[in-house]
């Protein structure tokens, strides 16, 4: 049955006429302990709703829409290995990815958490290798430089990772240099490429497929680097001694050159964007040492653990999705804010905008039927101090109405005897709160506001989350990461859609497959739209 023609949607679309005539203020007026009310935790991690334009009744009427549309069944199919990813027919098991060593999951009469487990002692063993200077270089000389190609999902996450993780890089990987490149038309690669010593240089090519245009393009580009720069080396030397290949093709792996010794494996399970939990996750792993990474999978589980487990009234990711629903589907909110209010946290904003909107970017329903209802929002942000002097003025006074998600950490600094970056903490702390504030409840906060010209005045109304960490590590980031993969699912359970596959994606891929013949060297005569035909033609001329 579609998901707004049950019972409980049809009841919160009553309870949201009166509702959507509410103001933040009014119902923080009404309920003047609303933070005790609204706000739940796990484990040191917080999350508050009091500032949504909610109600208990409205968390009533939520959990039971997620009750009729199966979410508790929808749970256990997942963590079990159903085939939840039915348009690729598998299952999608992340979860499995962070499972602790003991636990048994059968898949085709396979226990995978025992390949997972034995993938990550293959992975230690080359973080070892690297940090303790023992992978060496064509010259001889040990690695101090590692640089990541990929794209999507196997560069977003361990690029965000290694930002937002940096404090608690290994003392074994302080000499340990790490970068990321993932443009296709080769500018970062080659602006890098130019600071870089080959003979102290590991590349690692992370393509799940190992046939992405973009990854392969810029390996390509790596290895022709290499051999001009060591004439004296054999192409097999080389790739053995500077390229690691991780992917779900093997074979694919070995064709480019990868010797078998230099890969580490996942498998088609892994949805890219969900992936950096796996031996994708290598560029973190070298940032952390192997106990940071094991942390980082011990928080995410943990969340999982919570899930999986918790009653729907006090669960993080159902409560958290279902605020996204009540704003989405029935107070017509399709924009939504990630602002992370931690310089360490600035690549979240985009982080999030592939896992949600490639997951549930989608219009039919897992009967391959339209859907007459919105599904996810449009998603963007910036590090909120940064956003504070460029798109607040659209939240505080423009016609868009946007939910808004703060994320920050209670403790940084602690540990220090720097009164200075104590201060700038608090600071910052104030910032996030004051703004989440305003956009809530308007200037409602100030006194003799409502005497000001319009122009001055701040209307608030903006649903606001906010997520708090007691301090930002390892375990709390993989709590944080999880929540919002679960959260992803839970939203799209009650869309009726898959969020696993991203058919979206391919199409612009085969069409510029298409395209390079006409660019190309032969430049054949170009049979497209008027459009794409004139712009090839003016790109021809020009290049003549």
Same mark, same amino acid.
């Given at each position: ?10 009841? *919160? ?33 917080? *999350? ?167 990854? *392969? ?37 070995? !064709? ?74 029935? *107070? ?57 002097? /460029? ?28 009164? !200075? ?8 702390? /104030? ?109 021809? !001329?020009?290049?003549?």
């Amino acid at each position: 049955m579609p998901a707004n023609e049950s019972v409980a949607w049809n009841d *919160l679309q009553s309870h949201a006429y009166y509702m959507s005539q509410s103001h933040i203020s009014t119902l923080f007026r009404e309920e003047t302990d609303r933070f005790s009310l609204y706000t739940f935790e796990q484990n040191k991690f917080l *999350l508050d709703l009091s500032k949504q334009r909610i109600t208990e009744e409205t968390l009533a009427l939520l959990i039971k829409l997620a009750e009729e549309k199966g979410l508790q069944q929808w749970i256990q199919k997942l963590f079990d290995g159903d085939h939840v990813n039915d348009s690729e027919d598998r299952p999608a098991l992340h979860t499995a990815l962070r499972t602790p060593a003991d636990r048994i999951l059968s898949i085709n009469d396979k226990n995978i958490i025992d390949e997972v487990h034995s993938n990550l002692s293959r992975m230690e063993e080359i973080v070892e290798r690297i940090h303790s200077g023992q992978w060496r270089g064509f010259t001889g000389h040990s690695i101090d430089t590692v640089v990541n190609i990929g794209v999507g999902g196997s560069d977003l996450g361990p690029f965000m990772a290694c930002k937002a993780l940096a404090e608690n890089q290994a003392d074994t990987a302080k000499s340990l240099k790490i970068h990321f490149v993932s443009s296709m038309d080769g500018s970062q690669l080659a602006e890098l490429l130019s600071e870089l010593n080959p003979a102290r240089t590991l590349f690692v090519i992370s393509s799940k497929s190992f046939t992405t245009i973009d990854t *392969l393009a810029n390996a390509q580009t790596a290895k022709e680097w290499l051999k001009k720069s060591s004439y004296a080396a054999s192409e097999e030397t080389l790739i053995s001694r500077h390229f690691i290949g991780v992917s779900a093709n093997p074979d694919k792996v070995c !064709e480019w050159g990868i010797p078998k010794s230099n890969q580490l494996e996942f498998w088609d399970w892994t949805g890219g964007r969900y992936s950096m939990w796996s031996t994708i996750g290598l560029p973190i792993a070298l940032k952390l040492g192997m106990s940071g990474f094991r942390e980082f999978l011990n928080g995410a589980h943990e969340m999982d653990e919570h899930f999986r487990n918790a009653a729907f009234s006090e669960n993080l990711p159902v409560l958290l999705a279902m605020a996204g629903i009540w704003n989405i589907n029935f *107070l017509n909110i399709n924009a939504h804010a990630i602002l992370p209010y931690d310089g360490r946290l600035s690549h979240i904003p985009a982080y999030l905008e592939q896992l949600e909107m490639e997951s549930n970017g989608k219009s039919v329903d897992r009967q391959g039927n339209n859907v007459d209802y919105k599904t996810c929002p449009i998603l963007w942000g910036e590090v909120g101090t940064n956003a504070q002097h /460029a798109f607040y003025q659209l939240l505080h006074q423009g016609t868009e109405a946007v939910m808004c998600d703060f994320i920050v950490a209670a403790r940084r600094y602690h540990d220090t005897n720097n009164p !200075e970056l104590q201060h700038q903490h608090q600071l910052n702390l /104030a910032n996030c709160l004051a703004q989440s504030r305003i956009l809530a409840l308007g200037d409602s906060v100030l006194e003799g506001a409502e005497s000001a010209p319009a122009f001055k005045r701040y209307k608030g109304n903006q649903p606001c989350t906010t997520i708090m960490l007691d301090e930002l590590n390892p375990f709390s980031f993989g709590q944080l990461i999880a929540l919002y993969e679960h959260k992803v699912f839970v939203q799209s359970v009650i869309w009726d859609i898959n969020p696993f596959d991203q058919w979206g994606v391919e199409l612009g891929k085969k069409v510029a497959t298409s395209l390079l013949d006409a660019l190309g060297t032969e430049r054949k005569q170009p049979d497209f739209d008027s459009s794409t035909n004139g712009l090839i033609n003016r790109i021809t !001329e020009r290049g003549e």
